[in-house]
């Protein structure tokens, strides 16, 4: 067992310090994926990867006690929670497209996350929600790779999957999204 392992055991077991102890731990690495992640934003996107990582942590961890089994649970839920922050970023900025606020109000700077058009990006949470009730695992895969940021050794490293599973879950994932996506958007 692996020491996130046994600090995420810790957590839902109650014990105050293991939250703590567990962001130190996998702090950087959270944060290198939202960097991998940021990096391919849109020019002049103001959020930087440490709010990324600061409100996936927020939804993982919260006020309550969730229970990972294991590290690469904990990892597939922080990719998750960033494809959240992603969708939510993209609904809202349709709304704003459609009129949905003339009110003033101060931006979050969560709110501004965007990497692709936000009909696209709506589209591919749709498909993927679709895609994760046939296949759960290549849908996993796909949060890993897309919203986070991973490289396929990474992300089949996080799953416990090897390489060439990895490697075809995607070759999957990606034809039968492209095939969902084609029909949503076309």
């Known amino acids: 067992m692996n020491d996130v392992t046994q600090i995420l055991d810790a957590i839902h077991a109650g014990e105050a310090q293991a939250a703590d102890e567990l962001m130190s731990l996998v702090y950087e690495e959270l944060r290198r994926m939202a960097a991998q992640k940021m990096a391919r934003e849109a020019p002049g996107n103001t959020l930087q990867p440490t709010a990324l990582v600061h409100e996936a942590w927020l939804r993982l961890v919260g006020d309550q006690s ?86 396929m050794e990474e992300a089949a490293a996080a799953l416990g999957l090897p390489l060439r599973t990895a490697e075809r879950n995607w070759t999957y994932a990606r034809a039968w999204l492209r095939r969902q996506i084609g029909t949503h958007l076309g």
Do not use: T
Request: charged share 35%.
């Open 66 to 151: 969730p229970k990972f089994d294991g590290r690469g649970h904990f990892f597939a839920a922080a990719a998750e929670a960033m494809r959240r922050i992603l969708i939510e970023a993209a609904r809202r900025k349709q709304s704003l497209k459609r009129g949905g606020a003339f009110e003033r109000a101060e931006m979050d700077e969560s709110l501004l996350v965007q990497n692709a058009p936000s009909e696209e990006m709506l589209a591919v949470d749709e498909a993927l929600d679709l895609l994760a009730r046939e296949d759960p695992v290549a849908a996993d895969l796909v949060k890993l790779r897309y919203f986070v940021g991973m490289n």
